[in-house]
Structure formats: structure tokens, C-alpha cells
């Protein structure tokens, strides 16, 4: 199975063009106040059509109520709904009743005990997102840049469909892939110059990184 990848967090047509070319399947766009990468919808919107027929558009969210998302829904057209709060599993089946379409639940992840609170949801979210916990005192569920020890997802079943997230960069993407096989990779911090600065340069460099840990693992 080929592996996703998924560039979060983006604002500009030139971070999402270098996202495209990179061959991003997934490109997220994030519906935060609180976070230095939010967007508004109708901006979203605007940019996402760039990714029409090219890559899967997401659209992230924090706790949003019915209201919020479907304002996000109606001017931006998403693809998938990404719920990266403590949405619970009936919230996250109104939400895809709601709108019809997937919906990624996201986890914040430390150790292996951590892995038990998926279980409510499996059969309900069409895919998992494991990022680490944040910080003490932080105030974004994610996007914070620190990884967590990789090493504890072997304990999920087996076929467990889930992106990889939390720290990851083009220095330390291939010793992740090492350690784990997700069936996708997300990135936000990762790409940034300043928090919500994306950097074209450090784009190409992770797709480069990624490329280059995919012929290990083949060889």
C-alpha cells in the first residue's frame, strides 16, 4: 500500500502548490483561532480548488459545534473532516451523518495506555490520527512539533488504518518509518520556518527525505 502524506496547515497557494508537486495526497486546512495556522473558510475555499482531482482537502477542526462546520463545509467543499478535539464517538457519527463524508478522529498519544481510548471509535471514524499530547500549558491539541516514542503503535492491531503525526521532519521521517508502518504521515510544524510560516524549501526537502525512506525499505 502506497503511504499518504498529508501537509497541514496551509494558508498560501505557494506552500500548497509545493505540497502538490511534492505529491501530497492530503492537504489540510485548520479552523482554529487559537491556532497561528488558521484560516478562514472562504479562504480555504479559495485555495483548496487547486487541489481539486490532485489531493484529498481537509478540513480540521477543534470542538466545532453543527454551526461552524457548516459554515467551513459550505465554503470549502472538504473531502474528509479531521475532529482534533475530545470530540466523542457519537459526535463523530452525527458528523459524518451530518455531512456524508469521512471523518479522521485524532488522538494525542504518549505512552502505550493511551491506544485503549481508539477503541470506542473503531467502526465509527473512518481513520485514525495518533498525534502527541501536548506541552503542559499549550494550548493547541496539535501542530506543537514534539514527537512522541513512536515504538508504542506496534501494539495496535494489526490493518489499523492511521496517519502518523507529531513532530515529524525530514531529519527524523525515515527513523519513524523504521519504527512504525503507517498508512499515511501528517506534517505541519515540521515544514515551518515560524509557527503557521510554511517553507517551500523545507516542503520539498521532507518528500525528498520520504522518497529516499521509501528505497530503504524496499531495498
Given at each position: 500500500?502506497?503511504?499518504?502524506?498529508?501537509?497541514?496547515?496551509?494558508?498560501?497557494?505557494?506552500?500548497?502548490?509545493?505540497?502538490?508537486?511534492?505529491?501530497?495526497?492530503?492537504?489540510?486546512?485548520?479552523?482554529?483561532?487559537?491556532?497561528?495556522?488558521?484560516?478562514?473558510?472562504?479562504?480555504?475555499?479559495?485555495?483548496?480548488?487547486?487541489?481539486?482531482g490532485?489531493?484529498?482537502?481537509?478540513?480540521?477542526?477543534?470542538d466545532?459545534?453543527?454551526?461552524?462546520?457548516?459554515?467551513?463545509?459550505?465554503?470549502?467543499?472538504?473531502?474528509m473532516?479531521?475532529?482534533?478535539?475530545?470530540?466523542?464517538?457519537?459526535?463523530?457519527?452525527?458528523?459524518?451523518?451530518?455531512?456524508?463524508m469521512?471523518?479522521?478522529?485524532?488522538?494525542?498519544?504518549?505512552?502505550?495506555?493511551?491506544?485503549?481510548?481508539?477503541?470506542?471509535?473503531?467502526?465509527?471514524?473512518?481513520?485514525?490520527?495518533?498525534?502527541?499530547?501536548?506541552?503542559?500549558?499549550?494550548?493547541?491539541?496539535?501542530?506543537?512539533?514534539?514527537?512522541?516514542?513512536?515504538?508504542?503503535l506496534?501494539?495496535?492491531?494489526?490493518?489499523?488504518?492511521?496517519?502518523?503525526?507529531?513532530?515529524?521532519?525530514?531529519?527524523?521521517?525515515?527513523e519513524?518509518?523504521?519504527l512504525?508502518?503507517?498508512?499515511g504521515?501528517?506534517?505541519?510544524?515540521?515544514?515551518?520556518?515560524?509557527?503557521?510560516v510554511?517553507?517551500?524549501?523545507?516542503?520539498?526537502?521532507?518528500?525528498?527525505?520520504v522518497?529516499?525512506?521509501?528505497?530503504?525499505s524496499?531495498?
Open positions: 500500500m502506497s503511504l499518504d502524506i498529508k501537509i497541514c496547515g496551509l494558508k498560501t497557494g505557494e506552500a500548497l502548490d509545493a505540497a502538490l508537486s511534492g505529491g501530497a495526497s492530503h492537504v489540510g486546512f485548520i479552523f482554529f483561532p487559537k491556532s497561528p495556522r488558521n484560516i478562514a473558510p472562504d479562504e480555504a475555499g479559495r485555495l483548496r480548488q487547486a487541489a481539486r490532485r489531493a484529498k482537502a481537509v478540513a480540521v477542526s477543534v466545532a459545534d453543527d454551526a461552524a462546520l457548516d459554515a467551513i463545509v459550505a465554503a470549502m467543499a472538504p473531502d473532516l479531521q475532529l482534533h478535539g475530545d470530540e466523542t464517538p457519537e459526535r463523530v457519527a452525527a458528523v459524518k451523518a451530518r455531512y456524508g469521512p471523518v479522521m478522529k485524532a488522538f494525542s498519544i504518549r505512552d502505550a495506555g493511551d491506544l485503549a481510548t481508539i477503541e470506542p471509535y473503531r467502526g465509527v471514524a473512518d481513520r485514525f490520527l495518533f498525534d502527541a499530547k501536548p506541552p503542559r500549558g499549550a494550548e493547541l491539541p496539535g501542530g506543537n512539533g514534539v514527537p512522541f516514542d513512536w515504538r508504542v506496534a501494539a495496535l492491531p494489526s490493518g489499523t488504518d492511521y496517519m502518523l503525526s507529531g513532530g515529524l521532519n525530514a531529519g527524523n521521517i525515515s519513524a518509518l523504521r512504525v508502518s503507517p498508512s504521515i501528517d506534517i505541519s510544524s515540521g515544514v515551518e520556518t515560524a509557527p503557521g510554511k517553507d517551500v524549501a523545507l516542503i520539498e526537502a521532507f518528500f525528498r527525505a522518497g529516499e525512506a521509501a528505497k530503504k524496499a531495498a
